[in-house]
Nanobody
Framework: QVQLVESGGGLVQAGGSLRLSCAAS????????MGWFRQAPGKEREFVAA????????YYADSMKGRFAISRDNAKNTVYLQMSSLKPEDTAVYYC???????????????WGQGTQVTVSS
């Protein structure tokens, strides 16, 4: 029943920064763990980051630590992914995801947004 809509993708130069947003609808948003995944052309979808429903704990793929930061503002029904020091290999479609279980949201969440394209040029 939750609806997720990503925004903020676009073209950015290597070394630059970008912030993605995911707007959620539904009165149960604050009870969901949230996450971000990405998928490059011809590649499998991979986990990027996740955050608990209360925003008190965050989880990152090892390769994302120090460059990406996930946060949420439940008053605005929005989760963010701040990306810095971007590399061409970060080019992918980025998806917002949600699920009641934190374990599930880091692997196979049930709810997904439509995705937003991020392209990093050299």
């Amino acid at each position: 029943q939750v609806q997720l809509v990503e925004s903020g993708g676009g073209l950015v130069q290597a070394g630059g920064s970008l912030r993605l947003s995911c707007a959620a609808s539904g009165r149960t948003f604050t009870t969901y763990a949230m996450g971000w995944f990405r998928q490059a052309p011809g590649k499998e979808r991979e986990f990027v980051a996740a955050i608990t429903w209360g925003g008190d704990r965050t989880y990152y793929a090892d390769s994302m630590k120090g460059r990406f930061a996930i946060s949420r503002d439940n008053a605005k029904n929005t989760v963010y992914l701040q990306m810095s020091s971007l590399k061409p290999e970060d080019t992918a479609v980025y998806y917002c995801a949600a699920d009641y279980s934190l374990r599930v949201v880091t692997t196979t969440p049930n709810y997904w947004g439509q995705g937003t394209q991020v392209t990093v040029s050299s």
